[in-house]
């Protein structure tokens, strides 16, 4: 899964890390929309054996979007917003 910016793109550029590699990301984005964005590409892969998941409903309900944040512990990646120095990792 891929999102593409389409307005909005001015906004000051904040930097997170996923699995330890930097992302530029912009301030207010959700960390979801962050990654992808950023092309995280997924956030985790399902336990029921049906490949990667990113995310489903968008509105913190599906469960889907789980990320580890070093000093957070496991958030919803679709509603937390992405703070400049964010170190990330896939579920
Ligand atoms: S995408 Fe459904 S809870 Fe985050």
Sequence with gaps: MRL??????G???IAVTLDGA??????GDTLLTALLAGGAGHLRMSEFG?????GFCLM???QD???A????????ACTT???????VRRG
């Design 65 to 67: 979007c789980w990320v």
């Design 22 to 27: 930097a992302l530029e990301a912009q301030e």
């Design 4 to 9: 593409v910016r389409l307005r909005d793109a």
């Design 69 to 76: 944040v070093e000093g957070m512990g496991r958030v919803r």
């Design 11 to 13: 906004r000051p550029r």
């Design 50 to 54: 049906d490949g990667p998941r990113a």
């Design 81 to 87: 917003l992405a703070q400049d120095g964010m170190a």
């Design 60 to 62: 913190g309900a599906c």
